[in-house]
C-alpha cells in the first residue's frame, strides 16, 4: 500500500514470487514502456519502483507538458496519470492525446480528490485508482489493461 503522510510516501509490498514457466504474451507486455505522470517526485518513484519490480520498462514525466511531449515523441503503451498535474492537468494532457493519436494509449487515472471515477469516465480512462494507491492494485489494473491492448 502506498501511502502519504505530509510529503513522506510509504510503500509496503510483499516481494515477488518468480515464475519458473513462461507466461504467454508476457515478453510484448514487458518490453512495452509505461509513462508515470505523478507531480509528487516521491509517488512518481515508488510507482515507477514498483512497476519496474514487475518487470515493465517505465518512464516518468512531473507534469502535464513533460508528460504530452514524451507520449507523442514514443507512444507509450499505457500512461499512469495524476489528474492533478501543474502546467497542465490530468484531463487536458488525455484531450491532446486524442487529439494526437486515433488510437491513444490506454490511461490509469490516479487521483486524491476523491473523484477518480468521475474523471476516469470523463476522459475516457481504462481504469482508475484513488490516492493513497495500494500497490497490489495498481500492478493488477496495468497487468490487466496491457493484457487487453
Known amino acids: 500500500m ?5 510529503t513522506t510516501a510509504v510503500c509496503t509490498k510483499e516481494p515477488t514470487e518468480v515464475h519458473a514457466a ?3 504474451g508476457l515478453a510484448e507486455q514487458l518490453s512495452a514502456v509505461v509513462l508515470v505522470v505523478d507531480d509528487d517526485p516521491e509517488i512518481r ?4 519502483w514498483l512497476l519496474e519490480d514487475e518487470g515493465w520498462t517505465v518512464e516518468t514525466a512531473a507534469d502535464g507538458r513533460d508528460a504530452l511531449d514524451q507520449a507523442t515523441r514514443a507512444r507509450p503503451a499505457l500512461i499512469v496519470l495524476d489528474m492533478g498535474l501543474p502546467i497542465m ?3 487536458e494532457v488525455a484531450r491532446r492525446l486524442h487529439d494526437v493519436y486515433t488510437d491513444p494509449p ?3 487515472v490516479v487521483s486524491a480528490d476523491g473523484h477518480a471515477g468521475e474523471r476516469a469516465a470523463r476522459i ?5 485508482l484513488h490516492k493513497p494507491i ?3 492494485d495498481l500492478a ?3 497487468r490487466r489493461t496491457l493484457e487487453l491492448t
Open 124 to 128: 475516457g480512462a481504462a481504469s482508475f
Open 89 to 91: 492537468n490530468g484531463e
Open 140 to 142: 493488477r489494473i496495468v
Open 106 to 108: 490506454p490511461i490509469v
Open 134 to 136: 495500494n500497490v497490489d
Open 22 to 24: 513462461p507466461v504467454p
Open 45 to 48: 518513484d515508488l510507482v515507477r
Open 2 to 6: 502506498l501511502q502519504q503522510k505530509g
